[in-house]
């Protein structure tokens, strides 16, 4: 079932340079001028209030699919509040920070126009 999805309308000119690190930063609209430059920004048209990021979890990108491995204390919030969150992308000995998800499954690569979908396995 998804709970969050969203649709990619720009992709900050440095997001590249975090790809290339195993980090994608999604932000929703609007977000401060600061995190601009880095992060994947996207418009949310579906979230569903009883449903929070878990462990095993999917996150889509453009189709691309990667597996949810920890979750952040404030990921969840994040996420539903300010359409923000930071995806760790198969680096499993990075340290979980608060606002922090980590995922196994490869490095998706945004695209304007792509939708991003949170949901549960089954």
């Known amino acids: ?3 969050y999805r969203t649709t990619v309308t720009s992709v900050g000119p440095e ?3 975090m790809l ?3 980090v994608l930063i999604l932000y929703a609209e609007p977000l401060p001028d600061a995190l601009a430059d880095v992060s994947v920004v996207h418009r949310p ?3 569903a ?3 929070a990021i878990g462990v095993g979890d999917v996150v889509s990108v453009g189709g691309h699919e990667l ?3 920890a979750v ?3 990921a969840a919030k994040n996420l539903d509040e300010l359409g923000h969150v ?3 992308v198969d680096q499993p000995d990075q340290k979980l920070l608060p606002g922090a998800v980590h995922a196994a499954g490869g490095l998706p690569d945004p695209q304007v126009g792509q939708v991003i979908e949170f949901r549960t396995p089954h």
Request: proline share 0%; charged share 20%.
């Open 86 to 88: 930071v995806l760790y």
């Open 49 to 51: 209030a009883d449903l």
């Open 67 to 69: 597996t949810v491995t």
């Open 1 to 3: 079932m998804t709970y």
């Open 72 to 74: 952040g204390d404030i």
């Open 15 to 17: 997001a590249g340079d």
């Open 45 to 47: 048209d579906h979230r």
């Open 20 to 22: 290339a690190g195993g």
